[in-house]
């Protein structure tokens, strides 16, 4: 493999990362930047966590938390969510020894709606939980499994959701690394680890049911109304958002009934499969779980399905469905770091991360505040034509080198 040919697949990811960021980056809106007002002074309230930090620090400097200040921690964390996931796909086509198709796969990834909606949700905590997943699942991979479940209890308190995202994958990875060292007769990972983040998600849950007052709410709600920047619309809405408990989030979206209508929606299916199949058909062909068991294929389908248990008390279905994209992702660079891969991969796995390249340029991720992708689709053509014309001239050189070889034999 030359250095020339690494670079320029390092370039490629790199430009079809920003391009898909710059589809629809934007600042931190208010619904963002009052989750950064959150503390623990009215108890263990959820996603509390972050702005009991912030408000330490704030206070030691004698200051107050402001919109410039959050806009730009908002800005810091999702510069270094960014590095994180760039320095995950290139460590999957690294390990996989520069293979056209598993720089197809990133590729693909990478031009995702996922990506698309990351850009679109700075501000939010999914950047921090994101990252907190990834250290803690490489804490485990090195053995070093308390500290990274102490890492999933830290992720749990800044955001809730941290349990149907992160954990997950963090358990997949507990299974693979067993699963690896019972194969060499190694010392096996302790199971007790993983009851910590789940711990604390009761806890929030029980905290929140059994000890908030009656006013928590409206005394929330007149706490964010010492900062000018949040308008009232969000501190209301916030506010009540906070003083609900699960149970009721369940019942206000319609229980079973609306979380069936969120998982049969036909336009998400469209939107996320094309990413999802190309990744985890890749997993199944370079690792060949098809060979194993069929337990192992459902294992990996159900980890990058957890995800959708959130429809169950939240209706941001857009943003909720391309997490499974997500992990899709991450059990791609678990699978790298555990075990080693095939190299004579089907050449319909090829074709499929084409497709699935192709679609997720043309195709329109749907975003929150009536916004729309930043770039018409002819711009979008014109952004991805080097990426487009990069992919296809590395299957050509792939396949030249192969009918080289034959000849040579």
Not at 20 to 29: E, G, M, S, V
Not at 285 to 308: E, G, H, M
């Amino acid at each position: 493999m030359t250095t020339i040919r690494k670079l320029g697949i390092a370039v490629v990811l790199l430009w079809t990362f920003v391009v898909t960021i710059l589809r629809a980056i934007r600042l931190p809106n208010g619904f963002a930047e009052a989750h950064w007002l959150i503390d623990y002074r009215f108890g263990l309230v959820k996603r509390g966590l972050v702005g009991t930090i912030v408000s330490l620090t704030t206070s030691c400097m004698h200051m107050r938390p402001t919109e410039q200040l959050i806009v730009i921690l908002s800005i810091v964390v999702f510069t270094v969510y960014c590095l994180v996931l760039i320095a995950l796909g290139l460590r999957i086509v690294h390990r996989l020894g520069w293979s056209t198709a598993a720089s197809l796969t990133v590729l693909v990834f990478f031009s995702s709606p996922f990506i698309v909606m990351s850009a679109h949700l700075i501000g939010y905590f999914d950047n921090i939980i994101i990252i907190l997943a990834v250290i803690s699942v490489a804490l485990l991979l090195k053995g070093r499994i308390w500290f990274a479940a102490w890492l999933q209890v830290i992720s749990i308190l800044v955001h809730e959701s941290s349990l149907l995202v992160g954990f997950p994958v963090f358990c997949f990875a507990w299974l693979l690394v067993n699963s690896k060292r019972h194969e060499s007769d190694g010392v096996q990972l302790p199971f007790w680890p993983l009851f910590l983040p789940v711990g604390a998600f009761l806890v929030l849950a029980l905290n929140q049911r059994l000890f908030f007052s009656g006013d928590f709410e409206q005394t929330l709600a007149r706490y964010f109304s010492n900062f000018p920047f949040i308008q009232t619309y969000t501190r209301t809405y916030l506010s009540k958002w906070l003083a609900t408990t699960f149970y009721a989030f369940y019942l206000g979206n319609k229980g079973f009934k609306g979380f069936i209508s969120h998982i049969s929606s036909v336009s998400m299916y469209g939107l996320v499969l094309p990413s999802m199949l190309a990744i985890q058909c890749f997993i199944v062909d370079a690792y060949s779980i098809r060979d194993r068991s069929a337990k192992s294929i459902a294992l990996l389908i159900s980890v990058c399905l957890v995800p959708q248990m959130m429809h169950l008390v939240a209706w941001d279905t857009p943003r909720i469905w391309t997490y499974s994209i997500l992990c899709s992702f991450l059990a791609l660079w678990i699978y790298t770091e555990v075990f080693a891969a095939r190299r004579d991969l089907s050449p319909a796995i090829i074709l499929l991360c084409l497709t699935a390249l192709v679609i997720n340029i043309m195709s329109l991720t749907p975003l929150m505040d009536e916004e729309i992708d930043h770039f018409s689709l002819n711009t979008r053509l014109l952004l991805y034509a080097p990426v487009i014309v990069s992919a296809v001239a590395i299957i050509l050189c792939e396949e030249f080198v192969l009918i080289k070889k034959r000849f040579s034999i």
